[in-house]
């Protein structure tokens, strides 16, 4: 069968490659919509992760289940799934202790495009079906429900791991897809303030629709200098991360309130470590929590997802800025996520 590859660190193409097959538990799945994601950049363009090669990309899938393992009992051939980008092994001990996402070793459940073979094939392999798959509600949109394999599940676990008090006042930092679904988050979870910064127009208009109170550029002066000056000095509560560059972990700390949180949900891909202000981190005595996570998978967290669009929260649809069509564009909507034009901010394949 035919996939879109990471050929090697900076190198993609097309490979042939063996269909795969299903285990007891698990499904083979046929991709319907699939999005390439800014992490899938990240792994080929700055070999985050280490070489792959001939790795098929793409972890962010609807599909439809062509064939499933004898024990797996709620899901049958024919029926629709949201695929979700990490799917654990619910049998671990990480599990067991609250870390699908980290199951039998650090980012381990994101085995999509990073350990196995991911979406953009013709066909692909879901491990622990019963555990990993959601129904696809009835008449929810394919591009709606493929932003939520990725996109929603981690910009509302960046909210989720901000420790946002009903109220406070909150600072995301990068709103492209995965920041805006945090400031959606945030937003839900109660942010008073909720500053987004970040500087193409068609990310600023949806953050403020999304539930942004004011907007920082931060091409147009420090990110630091404006974000104190808005709050007379005194920082925010909570600063979700959710782009930017090595330094932007040290914004966070140096706009960060003593005894705030600073959530880390962005993917930093080169480099062997990060700053953190010594002063802002009072020494290391300012109580200044700094979190970071890996996004969680699984089959609750995208039926909960898939709540959260039916019953009108969230609308991740509207970030679908551009739609392919066809299998062959896998290829030229990757790059368009390289590049980024201004008027991006996610795209879209059907096929
Ligand atoms: P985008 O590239 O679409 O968005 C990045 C945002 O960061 C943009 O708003 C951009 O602003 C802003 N930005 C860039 N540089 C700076 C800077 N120096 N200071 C402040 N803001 C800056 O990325 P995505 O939304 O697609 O993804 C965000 C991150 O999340 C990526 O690193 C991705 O790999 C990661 N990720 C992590 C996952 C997880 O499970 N933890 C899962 C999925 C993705 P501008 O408006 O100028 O473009
Ligand atoms: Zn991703």
């Not at 599990?95 to 953009?120: E, Y």
């Not at 420790?163 to 805006?180: C, E, M, Q």
């Not at 970040?198 to 420090?222: F, M, N, P, T, W």
């Amino acid at each position: 069968m035919k996939g879109f590859a990471m050929l090697e660190i900076g190198k993609v193409g097309w490979i042939d490659t063996e269909r795969p097959s299903a285990g007891p538990y698990d499904a083979i799945v046929r991709p319907l919509a699939v999005a390439p994601c800014t992490s899938d950049i990240h792994t080929v363009w700055e070999g985050a992760l280490g070489d792959r090669k001939n790795m098929v990309l793409g972890h962010e899938a609807v599909g439809v289940i062509e064939e499933i393992g004898s024990e797996v009992k709620d899901f049958k051939p024919g029926d629709k799934v949201i695929v979700p980008a990490i799917t654990p092994d619910w049998r671990s001990m990480e599990a067991q202790d609250g870390m699908p996402m980290h199951s039998n070793g650090m980012l381990s459940g994101w085995k999509f495009s990073n350990f196995k073979s991911g979406v953009f094939a013709e066909f692909f392999h879901v491990n622990d079906a019963d555990m990993n798959l959601a129904l696809l509600p009835k008449g929810m949109p394919l591009e709606q429900a493929v932003m939520l394999s990725d996109m929603a599940t981690t910009g509302i676990q960046g909210a989720e791991m901000a420790n946002i008090k009903t109220g406070s006042t909150v600072a995301v930092i990068g709103i492209g897809p995965v920041g805006l679904m945090a400031v959606a988050g945030a937003s839900i979870l109660g942010a008073g303030r909720l500053i987004a910064i970040g500087s193409r127009k068609v990310c600023v208009d949806l953050a403020l629709e999304y539930g942004a109170s004011e907007i920082v550029d931060y091409r147009k002066g420090g990110l630091v200098e404006q974000v104190l000056e808005k709050t007379k000095g005194k920082g925010v509560d909570s600063v979700i991360i959710a782009g930017g560059d090595k330094n932007t972990i040290s914004d966070a700390v140096k706009i960060v309130k003593p005894g705030g949180t600073v959530s880390n949900v962005n993917y930093y891909g080169t480099g062997d470590t990060l700053p953190i202000p010594r002063i802002e981190w009072g020494s290391g005595m300012s109580h200044k929590d700094i979190r970071g996570g890996l996004t969680t998978g699984g089959r609750l967290r995208m039926e909960r997802m898939a709540d959260l669009c039916t019953y009108g929260r969230i609308k991740p649809e509207k970030m679908v800025t551009h739609v392919f069509e066809g299998f062959d564009k896998m290829e030229e909507a990757l790059i368009l996520m390289k590049e980024k034009p201004r008027d991006l901010i996610k795209p879209v394949v059907l096929l």
